[in-house]
């Protein structure tokens, strides 16, 4: 944890030093902060009297002081004082009188009691008001107050310490710094990586106590992630384009340090996507702005001391010059001191570029280019003659379980561009080569160029291991031109559309038409997936400005950016229907004028489905138990692999698992000797603000941590202040997040933290509570999850985005970008399983079109119409719901080995005679498992059609039995034809053997 010293301070009163020291220390969470607020200040009343004066020199960030509420509480009675009187409150100090009721003794004053609203998981921290009347009878007289002094000021514990950074100078210490230096338009105040600084609209009473210094010194390891702060102020006049640059450090025995090791945070790295990031830095008047250096100290440097200079510049001012002295000791860091991340030495994993070589990563194999045709894992891409696909094929049995030497063709024709002028006629195109300028295993691109008089069309393509194409269109203009409309279309075959999600629709079957408007400000939808079980593309439209929107509930704070190309101020859409042999998805974009020389970027992606076969065995033998629990009670279920959620003793903080690490490594350690596997809970999208790194980050803008209208618990509200996104809070360890900005560095950071949990802690996977990176840092974090033979597994919960605050999105399209890298899904909270169809279950729940099994969670599932598609719920994290029985009912079958043929096959061997109870079953040599459900509106009775031939079962020696299991179907025996019994929303799993 953080270490926070116990200071004592001398006070500066109106600029004179007083003979009152003031003490900060943590009170041990010895008071609830939610009753009385987190700040408290300890008074010593030393003589007797009806009444007490304290002049309490607080010097508080917040705002406003003089209109919230204090209260004085006698520590003997542990009782408020009830006659109080206010003589004046400001930011800097307070007059307070009170009635010491116990005579000489100690005396609390709470001074930002609030209370709390709103949801549990969502709060809100309101401050009380002070009271706009008081006792005027109160005190008599105060001409013989009791001495009082004020002993110390506590926060409740160390996280809500406001010591040394948020301990504010006094507006006269300010100004008199000001006046001290006439020539200074800004000031550059070094500070140790130790202080954070956290104000951006005061200066921190420890600058004004050092004094103004243009030197830095400190000590560090020999290859140490070393890193500190330069304060920038812009004291008298808004400061543009800050900038730091650095000189070699020079020993006197003539050792170096390079002047390229050392880097500013602020304005200079590298982002997510390896591209190098610069960053304008701009100060306004009166505001305060850290500047993050990283040093990262050589390993063969030899011990001494190092000096230089780090010079700050500003547009247009004086620039200020820093010397620096780095005493480098005999010690070496390991591996950069990341194990210490409490002095910021992980700050350097925020410019990583750990696993961004698009290696394959398994079960893929490398691509292969013959001609204009690219192979990749049971799919194939034939490319027309203007670079886009001719004909895109798949290699999936209709079972999904293993791959077919039998094509299954998804178009009727190539995907083209209809580009149509005023005289509503199409542009024809003389098209260029197709040139490949990239074959990797991983990676194969391509361009052309399609030329005609009036325009000009580049085509960029690229297409990935995992099935992702994506495209990179730019229509220029070679001459002023109107244009009827910019169409594409991808005409799909029958029998690869025979379902469909997106664009408003939850999945299931494909309606025979649709017609879909852009409305980015309300609905997170782009684009759709189209195809059949075993077959499709997922496509989005996108143009050069897309930048991925927020989720899970926030969405309607950063929505999707119209793309100017497809959207056309409103003009454009996506209309799917039939049309001769395809199934016809046009997206259109309407009537537009271009100038001589425009640009328009009509940009998409593809996503080939599935991505590979289902692994039916994975999904038998790992047996997920979503709980922190004890270890040989987990073991005792049956379970194998444990998910341990934030807010737990050795995953506390969400997001941040970086805290509790050593009890996390000695219970995974525990867990792998008896056999178990663990998976943390770790993803972005928010982050607990005990994250060690939480000050540097917010120094960073909005490149982190998203804007918005702050508020939420007290902890956001006292030291973040305003522009934030308050997100989850537990009340029960006070852990307050903080929304992600969305595609950033911090992915950078997330990928090392957890190579770092791979390599130190021995976790065996992630448990995703909703994504909000893209696929490239998947693909990282598969590949440095699944280095050296670690499991890397990864599974993917998610509540139904189908909503008004997540934009009305399906949660399957909105991820389906991730599923190659995932195990398994989880969906989850709002999925109501016995309220939607077989084939939403089946494109939106089960995970099968796509390569994946899933598990059921809203209401603990149907377990009747899980085992239509494998799945069962998890435990213990359902009430009343345990799958154990269903777990004893597949050992005693033997589902490891058997081969599972959905009712969506077409010749699956045992199928229903009524439409409404599909059937499912899971095939061995000479006996075969039956799942069957209901989705009929009363109780049926069905007959089972057994192809006994298909099986290779002898019908006269064959048996048809349910064993009782628990929960879901009582013992029962049927013969050949025998009509069965089927409830309303219920189900049979039965066993047909010889």
Known sequence: MKKYLVPFVLIFLGGTATAQELKYTNGNDAWNPDSLGNHRVVLNVS?????????????????????????????????????????????????????????????????MPYKVDGRSNYPNASYLKRPATTDASWPGATDKAALVKVQEIQSVNAINSNYPMEVIATAQET??????????????????RLNPIKMSTDLPQRWILKGLKNSFSATAAKGENFAFQFGIYAAKKELNNVEVKFTDLKSKSGGRIPAGLLSCLNTDGTNWNTLPLHKTVNVAKGKVQALWVLANLPKDAAAGTYTGTATVSAKGEAKTTIQISIQLSNQLAVEGGINEPWKQTRLTWLNSTLAQKNEVIAPYIPLVVKEQTISLLGRKIALNKDGLPAQIQTFFTPEMTEL????????????????????????????GPVTF???????????????????????????????????????????????????????????????????GLKGGNRPDTLKWKWDVANKN???????????????????????????????????????????????????????????????????????????????????????HPINTDFQWSNRFYHKYDNLDTIKATGATLINIHHATPINPFINYPFIAHKEMKSYINEAHLKGLKVKIYNTVRELSNSAYETFPLRSLGHEIYSPGKGGGYSWLQEHLGEDYIAAWYVPEIKDAAVVNSGMSRWHNYYVEGMNWLVKNVGIDGIYLDDV???????????????????PGIIDLHSANQYNKSDGFNNSANLYMEHFPYLNRLWFGEYFYYDKNSPDFFLTEVSGIPFGLMGEMLQDGGNAWRGMVYGMT??????????????????????????????????????????????????????????????????????????????????????TITAAEVKNFQPAASFRDQEEITVPKGKGWMLVIKE
């Open 404 to 431: 077919s030497a039998t094509p299954k063709d998804i178009l009727t024709e190539p995907i083209h561009f209809h580009v149509t002028g005023a005289d509503h006629k199409d542009i024809s195109w003389k098209n």
């Open 175 to 192: 100004e008199n710094l000001i006046r001290q230096h006439p020539d200074k338009s800004y000031f550059v105040f070094p500070e140790d």
């Open 873 to 958: 719920n998890r435990m213990p994290w359902s009430d009343g719901a345990d799958p154990r029985p269903i777990w004893k009912a597949w050992d005693n079958f033997g589902m490891q080995g058997s081969k599972m043929i959905g009712y969506w096959v077409e010749d699956n061997p045992v199928k229903s005679n009524h439409a409404n109870v599909p059937v499912t079953i899971y095939r061995k040599d000479k006996s075969v498992l039956v799942a069957l459900a209901s989705w009929a509106n009363e109780d049926v009775k069905i007959k089972l059609n057994i192809d006994w031939k298909a099986l290779g079962i002898d019908a006269a020696k064959a």
């Open 437 to 503: 300028t990239e074959k990797q295993p991983g990676t194969v691109q391509w361009n052309t160029t399609n030329t005609s008089d009036k325009l000009t069309m580049q085509v960029n393509g690229a297409v990935e291991f995992d099935g992702f194409l994506s495209y990179t269109v730019q229509l220029i203009a070679q001459q002023d031109i109107s244009l009827d409309d910019v169409r594409l279309h991808i005409p799909f075959t029958e029998a690869a559309s025979k379902y469909m999600m997106g664009l």
């Open 47 to 111: 003589s007797s009297g009806k009444v007490a004066k304290a002049v309490i020199p607080w010097r508080r960030k917040d705002l406003q002081p003089e209109q919230k509420e204090l209260w004085v509480v006698d520590a003997k009675s542990n009782q408020r004082i009830a006659h109080v009187k206010i003589a004046g409150i400001s930011r800097e100090q307070g007059t307070i009188y009170f009635e010491p009721t116990s005579g000489a003794g100690t005396y609390y004053v709470y001074y």
């Open 772 to 790: 909000a990176f893209d696929r490239t840092t998947m693909k990282r974090i598969k590949r440095v999850l699944t280095k050296d033979g670690h």
């Open 525 to 611: 939808q782009d684009g759709a997936w189209i195809g059949d079980v075993n077959a499709g593309l997922q496509y989005s439209l996108r143009d050069q400005h897309y930048v991925r929107p927020l989720n899970t509930n926030f969405y309607l704070q950063k929505p999707l950016i119209l793309p100017s190309s497809w959207g056309n101020e409103g003009k454009g859409g996506i209309q799917v229907f039939k049309k001769g042999k395809a199934i016809l998805s046009d997206n259109y974009s309407g009537a537009r004028m271009m100038k001589k020389g425009d640009t328009l970027y009509y940009n998409f992606t593809l996503l080939i489905t599935p991505f």
